[in-house]
């Protein structure tokens, strides 16, 4: 009877060591962090990133009907099982209209406002810096203008 009321204790501890396993980040709670740091706005759209590492670094590109006059909010939320940094770059043709990424300062922005002149069809270029590879989620959200 000793003995086995000696081995319970050892049986446990070896069940709850074996028990802590990491648990990675997903897509989905990436959206909802997302979703806090966009703060006041009401959400549009989502899209979840997971690129491999390159050189030159892979991009992912998708496209988004956007209205004249509406301030609009794009936000982005890295996964912390990855070293990439995601940056996203709003684009119209070939010009870049806003990013979270400024090259001149290397500061990074896990949200830009930008309110749009012209309806139309834009592209978002999301890409992780130096091409690492990561996982991110960027968000669309509208914001209301006062």
Known sequence: MKRILL?????????????????????????????????DATYLKDFKIKLDAGDPPPTQRVSAVLKKDVKYRFTVCNSKDYEGQVVLNLMDNNRTLASTHVVASGKDYPTIDWVCSKTGAYHLFFSFRDGKEGMAVGLISMVEML
């Open 7 to 39: 081995t319970l204790p050892l049986v446990m501890l070896g069940i709850m060591a074996f028990n802590h396993t990491a648990k990675a980040q997903t897509e989905e709670e990436l959206v909802q962090i997302c979703g806090t740091i966009a703060g």
